[in-house]
């Protein structure tokens, strides 16, 4: 009997190398959440205020990624990614475990800001390699996997991290948070091979040369709906990063949650029910605009408009139970626009400048988005003040959301454009510029 082969850019073809790649950006969020459940005994242990524990979980990782991002972008449109991806996986895990061995505030600092460096090649080269392996009608379904990363990395960091520091201390958490990287990067390297460039988008045997940073964003800003797209992600994930870095604090504060327990809360409700919005979000959306690409804009923008009423639903209710329960329901509608929305990025950059494209995003989102999230929330909070600062300031972050939906409305409405633009650029039609 014969096996089957999977056809190439399905699904199936792709799993085992999508399974190590999502494994690896669980790792970088693990390593990179993992300060938010250890939050309140770093205030206490260094005195800290909610501002600098914002600055701490926000700019001071987000600077150093956005310096050399662009330059990481560069290299992961010329060099091998496999490579690339092991090697800053290393050196993100390595710092992680060192955070857990600082002795100041400073300290803390240094090693987050290396932290924020390394990670700065990790969605960038995995998403290049994906856009890659799976075929145009195939990505966001293959995407929004992927991003299942997010909510394992999120949920794990929450559980294990919760776990760990209430009978380890924080230290700990920090500890067996970055040890999973080390290992997997060793894995990546011995069982991954790197995607050949350009095979979904293109018949050619030889993609085309790399583009420069200048030509790269001559093509990018005469592309309306990736911009516009990119801008509502941007503020998407802004409120997606203040829900994490605070949720852990607003269940302690508000209902009375020691670590442990507000731990295994939102590591459910950031895992368990994460996972779910995103899993959702990219297989339907493929699944209801297929031959209609402009309509997989107006998911995420559906998604981001339920983001407000139901945060306020979660910080104004008086129970447990009913703030709880809309966390959950929070958490998914948080996690649903990663598949369509970085899906459709990836399909309207051309395959020459997808990796500088992706760093790029990534820069913007975690200078703006991670970097001043959680320290725009911290410092409402301090500005507000009294016993229920931080819920209100959770409130007002979050109505941010009715922005992107905003964006990727105006965005759907010239996906077709820009698909056609970068066709010509794959077929050597399209003029410079």
Request: aromatic share 8%.
């Amino acid at each position: 009997m014969i096996a089957k082969t999977a056809p190439a850019g399905s699904i199936r073809a792709g799993l085992y190398p999508l399974f190590i790649l999502t494994l690896a950006y669980t790792c970088h969020f693990i390593d990179r959440t993992v300060i938010s459940i250890v939050i309140e005994p770093l205030k206490h242990e260094f005195d800290l205020n909610d501002s600098q524990i914002g600055f701490l979980s926000g700019l001071a990782y987000a600077i150093p990624f956005a310096i050399v991002g662009i330059p990481i972008g560069l290299l992961i449109d010329r060099i091998n990614r496999r490579n690339l991806l092991a090697t800053v996986l290393t050196i993100w895990s390595g710092f992680t475990i060192l955070v857990g061995f600082a002795r100041s505030y400073t300290m803390i600092l240094v090693a987050r800001m290396c932290v924020g460096m390394a990670e700065a090649g990790a969605s960038p080269s995995a998403l290049s390699m994906i856009s890659d392996m799976f075929a145009p009608n195939r990505r966001a379904t293959a995407v929004s996997l992927y991003y299942l990363s997010v909510a394992f990395g999120t949920g794990g960091s929450f559980i294990i991290g919760g776990v760990v520091a209430a009978h380890y201390g924080w230290r700990a958490a920090f500890w067996v948070a970055g040890v999973p990287g080390l290992l997997l990067a060793l894995l990546m390297v011995l069982t991954m091979r790197e995607p050949k460039r350009g095979a979904m988008d293109m018949a050619a045997d030889t993609p085309p040369p790399p583009m420069g940073a200048g030509q790269a964003w001559r093509f990018a800003r005469r592309q309306a709906a990736l911009l516009h797209i990119s801008v509502g992600m941007i503020i998407s994930n802004l409120v997606l990063s203040s829900f994490l870095v605070w949720i852990a604090s607003f269940l302690i504060r508000e209902h009375g949650f020691d670590i442990k327990g507000a731990g295994l809360m939102v590591g459910i409700g950031a895992g368990l029910f994460g996972s779910i919005g995103s899993a959702l979000g990219g297989s339907l959306a493929d699944k209801l605009t297929r031959g209609r690409p402009a309509r997989l804009a107006l998911a995420p923008a559906l998604v981001a408009l339920c983001v407000g009423p139901i945060t306020a639903a979660m910080v104004l209710s008086n129970g447990t139970t009913g703030a709880v329960v809309a966390m959950m329901v929070l958490a998914m509608f948080l996690n649903a626009h990663f598949g369509p929305a970085y899906s459709l990025v990836l399909s309207l950059s051309a395959s020459p400048m997808r990796g500088v494209s992706m760093s790029a995003l990534q820069v913007a989102t975690n200078l703006l988005s991670f970097g001043f999230g959680p320290l725009l929330v911290g410092g409402l909070s301090d500005v507000i003040g009294g016993a229920h600062s931080l819920k209100y300031s959770i409130l007002i972050v979050s109505m941010l959301s009715l922005w992107a939906s905003l964006h990727y409305v105006l965005g759907s409405r010239s996906v077709d454009a820009g698909l056609a633009r970068v066709s010509a650029c794959h077929e050597g039609t399209l003029a410079d510029g």
